[in-house]
C-alpha cells in the first residue's frame, strides 16, 4: 500500500524544483526596476524569490493534478 508514497514524493520533488528554476529563469526577464525603488536591494530579491515560489505552486500544483488524474484513468474501464 505504501510502496508508492516514496516514488511520488521524489516525483513532486523533482517538478517543484524544475518549476522553481523554470519560473526564476522567467522572472529574470520581467522589469522589476518598474516596480520596486531599488531593484537591486534585498526587498526586491525576496518580492522576486516570493514572486517565483508562488509561480511554481500554481504551475506545478496544475501540473502534478494532471499527472494523478491521467494515472487514474485506467480505473474508468
Same mark, same amino acid.
Given at each position: 500500500?505504501? !510502496?508508492?508514497?516514496?516514488? !511520488?514524493? %521524489?516525483? =513532486?520533488?523533482?517538478?517543484?524544483? +524544475? +518549476?522553481?528554476?523554470?519560473?526564476?529563469?522567467?522572472?529574470?526577464?520581467?522589469?522589476? !526596476?518598474? +516596480? $520596486?525603488?531599488?531593484?537591486?536591494?534585498? =526587498? &526586491?530579491?525576496?518580492?522576486?524569490?516570493?514572486?517565483?515560489? &508562488?509561480?511554481?505552486?500554481? $504551475?506545478?500544483? +496544475?501540473?502534478? !493534478? /494532471?499527472? =494523478?488524474?491521467?494515472? %487514474?484513468? =485506467? /480505473?474508468?474501464?
Amino acid at each position: 500500500m505504501t !510502496d508508492g508514497f516514496g516514488q !511520488d514524493a %521524489l516525483i =513532486q520533488i523533482m517538478v517543484n524544483l +524544475f +518549476f522553481l528554476g523554470l519560473s526564476w529563469w522567467a522572472l529574470q526577464s520581467f522589469r522589476f !526596476d518598474l +516596480f $520596486v525603488r531599488e531593484p537591486k536591494g534585498p =526587498q &526586491a530579491i525576496m518580492l522576486r524569490l516570493l514572486t517565483a515560489i &508562488a509561480i511554481t505552486y500554481l $504551475v506545478s500544483r +496544475f501540473f502534478l !493534478d /494532471y499527472l =494523478q488524474a491521467s494515472r %487514474l484513468l =485506467q /480505473y474508468l474501464w
